[in-house]
């Protein structure tokens, strides 16, 4: 049974009912989202092959002490960097260290800001140098898979609705979907409900309402889609390591369709990327 909640009076802590936040809830959504777009733009420039993570990491950490803004993810169930940087075989939650980047490479960089109290919450891919065409096609099609799982959301749709989008696209490149990780809810906690599953059916799921908030954040292998987790109880790879690649964007139900908290005020979704044609 799914139960809708005003996010004004929810107790703050997930107890499985989903939010419904305000325009006023959404006008901050907006705020911290964007200094999370502004960091993910600067970082197109930073990315390139000798630069390590951990230099990444102190930037994320630096650009959000200069706005204002708390990364999320800083000592969070034990974590003990700003960012995650997942790069190649690597699903996510990668950890930043010294070893430099390398010409050739993908990485997702996935980055959450705390302002005032709401979780700005995205990741792109960026590529490091020139890169193969099999690596710049994956980049596309988990793109599009982004944004065909954002093209359904609506109110009435079902979240299962967004899985199909995805996976269906996603299939039909010869690609596969990531199962073991989802998108959620965020707003003022990092993860809430409901789940927001990157496979699935178009009648299965909870349905959306307008004021729901949430992230959409496929994982698109290019080989079987099961991943693992290592020793550091945190960084998830792909079994087979083939190559991985990851977006996310937050988004709101508005009355008629969605808002994208997180688009990119630079025109930078997709860093590294040919224009989208159209």
């Not at 550091?232 to 964007?249: F, K, M, N, P």
């Amino acid at each position: 049974m799914v139960t809708y909640v005003d996010a004004a009076t929810a107790p703050l802590k997930n107890t499985g009912a989903i939010r419904l936040y305000s325009q006023e809830d959404f006008a901050g959504m907006r705020k911290a989202c964007q200094v999370t777009a502004r960091c993910l733009d600067e970082l197109a420039s930073m990315v390139k092959p000798g630069v390590t993570t951990d230099a990444i990491d102190r930037f994320v950490f630096e650009f959000g002490m200069d706005n204002g803004a708390l990364p999320a993810t800083l000592n969070y169930r034990g974590y003990t960097k700003s960012v995650c940087t997942s790069i190649n075989h690597v699903v996510c939650h990668g950890i930043p260290n010294d070893k430099p980047l390398r010409e050739g490479d993908i990485v997702n960089i996935d980055v959450t800001y705390v302002v005032d109290g709401w979780h700005g919450d995205s990741s792109r891919m960026y590529p490091v140098g020139e890169i193969k065409r099999a690596a710049e096609r994956l980049l596309e099609v988990t793109y599009e898979c982004l944004m065909r799982g954002i093209a359904v959301v609506r109110p009435g749709a079902r979240t299962g609705a967004i899985g199909e989008a995805i996976q269906t696209y996603a299939e039909a490149e010869r690609c596969t979907v990531v199962r073991d990780f989802c998108g959620h809810g965020v707003g003022k906690l990092f993860h809430d409900s409901p789940n927001i599953l990157h496979y699935g059916r178009s009648n299965e799921g909870p349905e959306l309402r307008e004021g729901m908030i949430f992230t959409i954040e496929p994982m698109i292998n290019l080989g079987r889609p099961h991943v693992k987790v290592l020793a550091d109880g945190w960084t998830a790879v792909t079994r087979d390591r083939s190559l991985t690649a990851q977006y996310e964007h937050a988004v709101g139900v508005t009355a008629t369709g969605c808002e994208i908290f997180t688009l990119s005020p630079g025109g930078l979704d997709r860093p590294g990327l040919p224009p989208l044609k159209g």
